[in-house]
C-alpha cells in the first residue's frame, strides 16, 4: 500500500516513522550490495580505483568485495570477455545467490568494445547473462561506475515486490541457472542464451 | 642497435661468416641465407628441419657465437601462390598458303598457370646475453601447410622456446616434434582451427551492429537480410 508522499513527511515532523514492507525490504537490499571481487581487463583497474578513498563506494554500501561468488551481490564486468573466459563468468554468475545484479562496466564488456573484430572476443556478455546496468566508456571513469552504481540502487529502490517486474529470487518461474557455454570447435556454442538476450533490430 | 659508440661491443659475424661456421662444424647441413632487401638488411638463416636441432646446439654452444638467449619465436602462413607466365609455344598448323595447304610452324604466346604450394614457416630470434650480439634470425619452413606440417622443436635447445612455440602451434599448426607439452596455450582444447592462418574463417557473431562502419558494417549488412527474430547463423546457433 503506497502511503502519500507529503503525509508521510508530515508525520515524520510529529516523530511518527511510517513505511512500507516493499520500501524497508528494497532499502536494505540496495544499501548493501557487497561486489565480487572480480577483474578481467584494464576497466578493473578504475574499479579498483573506485573503491578506494578518493572515490570510496562504501559511502554507497558497497564497501566489500568478496572473493567469494557465494558471499557477494553483485558482480562487475570489468573488462574484456574473451570467449576462453566467457564460461568461467556465467559459472560464477550461476554460483552467486540471489538477489544479484550485474554492471557490464566498459566498451569491451557491453559490445567487444576495440576488440569486436577479434575471433576471440564475446560482443558483450549480455549475450549470456542479465545485465542491470550497462556503462561505457574505455575504460569509464570512477564517476561512470558511481553513477552505474547509483542507476543500480534507483532500479532496485523502483522494483515492487509483487506482481510483474519483480525481482527474480521473489518469482518461481524466473530462471535460476544460466547455461555455461561450452567452448566448441569454432565458437561458443550456444552462441547467445535466446531467453536473455535477442538480436535488437537495428532501425536505419 | 643503439647508437654508434654502443655498437663497438656488438659485434658479430656477418650472416655469411655464421654460415660459413656453421658448414664448418656441421658439414651438409643445408643452411641458406635468406635476404631481406629492406634497409635493416637483416638477413636470415634458413635451416633444413632434419638438421635444425644440431646447428641449434652449435650455435648455443660455439664459443664465439654463444646465442645463448632466444628471445622471440612467430610464424609466418605463405599461402599457396598461383603463377601466371607467358610461355613462347610453337605448334605445327595446316594453313592455307597461296592456296595450297601446308604444314607452317606457328609461334603462339600462351598464358601458363601454376600453382607453388604454400608453407608454414617459424621465425627464430637469437641474441647472445654474454657476448651482447645479436640477433641471428633463424627460419624453418614446413613442406605445406595442410598435413606436412612437423619441424623439429628448439625447446631442448632453448627452454624459453617452450611457450612460444605452443603459441606458434595454436594459432598457425605448426607441430613440434619433440616438445614436451605441445598443447594448445591461447585458445581451448576444444577448438580446431588456427587463427593466424590466412585462410581462417572467423565465427559470424555481427548480428548486432548499430554503429556500424567499414569491415563491420560490410558483415552487418550481411546480416540484416537474414531474419533477424530466427537467430540462426553460419557457426554455431543461438538457443531456441
Known amino acids: ?204 | 642497435m643503439g647508437n654508434r659508440e654502443r655498437r663497438e661491443g656488438w659485434e658479430m659475424k656477418t650472416i655469411e661468416e655464421i654460415k660459413a661456421a656453421i658448414e664448418a662444424a656441421a658439414p651438409g647441413a643445408g643452411v641458406e641465407i635468406v635476404l631481406n632487401p629492406g634497409p635493416s638488411t637483416q638477413h636470415s638463416l634458413r635451416l633444413s628441419p632434419e638438421s635444425a636441432v644440431k646447428v641449434a646446439t652449435f650455435l648455443r654452444d660455439d664459443a664465439e657465437l654463444a646465442l645463448d638467449f632466444l628471445s622471440n619465436v612467430t610464424g609466418v602462413d605463405w599461402l599457396d601462390k598461383e603463377i601466371t607466365e607467358k610461355i613462347k609455344v610453337t605448334h605445327q598448323v595446316l594453313k592455307a598458303v597461296d592456296g595450297v595447304e601446308q604444314t607452317v610452324e606457328e609461334t603462339v604466346e600462351e598464358t601458363q598457370k601454376r600453382v607453388e604450394p604454400g608453407y608454414l614457416e617459424v621465425v627464430y630470434h637469437l641474441f647472445s646475453v654474454s657476448k651482447k650480439h645479436g640477433p641471428v634470425v633463424l627460419r624453418m619452413r614446413t613442406e605445406n601447410r595442410s598435413d606436412k606440417v612437423e619441424l623439429p622443436s628448439f625447446t631442448p635447445v632453448w627452454r624459453s622456446a617452450e611457450f612460444q612455440e605452443r603459441e606458434v602451434f595454436d594459432l598457425y599448426g605448426v607441430v613440434f616434434k619433440g616438445h614436451p607439452d605441445l598443447r594448445r596455450i591461447l585458445m581451448w582444447d576444444e577448438f580446431k582451427d588456427h587463427p593466424m592462418r590466412r585462410d581462417y574463417v572467423e565465427p559470424d557473431d555481427y548480428e548486432y551492429e548499430p554503429t556500424a562502419h567499414d569491415a563491420v558494417l560490410a558483415k552487418a549488412e550481411a546480416h540484416r537480410d537474414r531474419d533477424q527474430g530466427s537467430g540462426v547463423r553460419e557457426q554455431g546457433t543461438i538457443v531456441e
Open chain 1, 1 to 204: 500500500m503506497a502511503v502519500d508522499e507529503s503525509l508521510k513527511i508530515e508525520l515524520g515532523k510529529q516523530g511518527v516513522f511510517v513505511t512500507t514492507i516493499q520500501e524497508l525490504y528494497n532499502w536494505g537490499r540496495r544499501s548493501s550490495v557487497w561486489p565480487m571481487q572480480f577483474g578481467l581487463a584494464c576497466c578493473a583497474i578504475e574499479m579498483i580505483a573506485t573503491t578506494m578513498a578518493r572515490y570510496d563506494l562504501a559511502r554507497f554500501g558497497a564497501e566489500v568485495f568478496r572473493p567469494s561468488p557465494r558471499q557477494a551481490d553483485m558482480m562487475i564486468i570489468s573488462g574484456t570477455v574473451t570467449k576462453k573466459m566467457a564460461p568461467q563468468v556465467v559459472r560464477l554468475y550461476n554460483q552467486m545467490a540471489e538477489p544479484r545484479y550485474v554492471i557490464a562496466m566498459g566498451a569491451c564488456a557491453i559490445s567487444g568494445g576495440p576488440f569486436k573484430q577479434g575471433y576471440n572476443v564475446l560482443k558483450g556478455i549480455d549475450r549470456y547473462i542479465p545485465v542491470d546496468v550497462h556503462i561505457p566508456g574505455c575504460p569509464p571513469r570512477p564517476e561512470a561506475l558511481l553513477q552505474a552504481f547509483i542507476t543500480l540502487q534507483k532500479k532496485i529502490d523502483a522494483q515492487p515486490l509483487t506482481g510483474e517486474g519483480r525481482p527474480r529470487h521473489l518469482d518461481a518461474d524466473a530462471p535460476g541457472e544460466f547455461p555455461v557455454p561450452e567452448q566448441g570447435a569454432h565458437d561458443l556454442e550456444p552462441a547467445a542464451n535466446k531467453n536473455v538476450w535477442t538480436v535488437p533490430v537495428v532501425i536505419k
